[in-house]
């Protein structure tokens, strides 16, 4: 009997102790993954502080803002973004680059010039058409109904369109709810629009911002920006010709960097392969006060992994440096 209960005392014991190692390896694994987390966050805060860093380094020269060095170090800088070692972690800052018929995706280390892109806060129904037809491939009347939806969402009273009520549309939803009348605070919010779904976003997501007073940067513009801002096609080809430089690529040490308006025109006019027609268009738009040559709010995406890991962690945030804030942080 004695032998009989000594068993069963050690069996008890040992499903006991096979317990209690269970449930200490589950709490070992969870925090190992909270701890990963951590890190991994930690990672990618440090990707974004040292962008920022740099940035604000960069910007200490005034002079600097205005210089291709500026934007080939912010936008094309792989031996500074694309591999920060953290110990067993690492990080990248970067982005994906279009070329204009968007057969071509290629990846940039550094971070996006928001003011290269259409503001939708500020732009008209024409600048919209336009950015929609080069970059979703829309025709002119779904374009134009689509940049109308657009405007209406941001701007208080009724639209000007016969025949378009956007109330009965945003009132006859499942959950309805009432056009905004302001202006949009993120990007995403387009997606409450009439006539914007998720494939539409991901595709406008790279060519439109919140940020900027609305005048695009010909230094970094795309292409698809300038043709939206009203440049006639073969101009914008030319535009983008002159930067790129001998080498035909973009945010290469070669680049030609326009170091004013006065310069932008100049260039223009003196390109000896435009017509009267395009060249008195371009002056149009720099008449309308539509460019700049340099921008201040910049898109910065981190991502951290786990070296010989599948985990990972993305931020992406706005900054703006002139005021040294950051305007947008999103974590994924």
Not at 59 to 80: C, G, H, Q, T, Y
């Amino acid at each position: 009997m004695i032998l009989v209960l000594a068993l069963w005392a050690m069996g008890l014991l040992s499903v006991f102790a096979i317990y209690l190692g269970i449930h200490a390896r589950q709490r070992m694994i969870l925090l190992s993954r909270l701890e990963t987390r951590d890190n991994l966050h930690l990672s990618a805060k440090s990707g974004i502080g040292k962008a920022i860093s740099f940035i604000n380094t960069k910007n200490n020269d005034r002079s600097a803002w205005d210089s291709l060095d500026f934007k080939v170090a912010l936008m094309n800088n792989p031996e500074i973004f694309s591999d920060i070692d953290l110990g067993n972690f690492r990080c990248e800052i970067s982005y994906d680059f279009f070329d204009k018929s968007f057969h071509e995706i290629k990846k940039r280390y550094g971070m996006i010039d928001e003011e290269s892109k259409i503001n939708i806060n500020i732009v008209g129904r024409n600048e919209i058409s336009r950015l929609l037809q080069v970059v979703i491939g829309l025709n002119d009347e779904e374009a134009e109904g689509l940049a109308l939806s657009i405007i209406d969402w941001r701007e208080e009273g009724e639209s000007v369109l016969e025949g378009f009520f956007s109330d009965n549309y945003y009132n006859n939803l499942r959950d309805p709810y009432p056009p905004k009348d302001d202006d949009f605070e993120s990007i995403d919010e387009l997606l409450f629009v009439e006539g914007i779904n998720q494939d539409i976003l991901d595709r406008l997501r790279c060519f439109v911002t919140i940020y900027g007073d609305g005048r695009v940067n010909v230094n970094t513009a795309s292409w698809h920006a300038l043709v939206a801002l009203g440049f006639d096609e073969d101009v914008v080809d030319k535009i983008v010709s002159i930067r790129n430089g001998v080498d035909e690529k973009p945010a290469t040490g070669d680049d030609y960097f326009f170091h004013s308006v006065k310069d932008f025109t100049s260039k223009i006019e003196s390109s000896g392969s435009l017509s009267e027609h395009e060249i008195y268009r371009a002056q149009q738009i720099v008449l309308a006060d539509k460019i700049v040559i340099s921008g201040f709010f910049y898109q910065i995406l981190a991502v951290a992994e786990k070296k010989r890991s599948e985990n990972r962690k993305n931020i992406n945030c706005v900054y703006n440096s002139l005021d040294r804030i950051i305007e947008y942080w999103n974590e994924i």
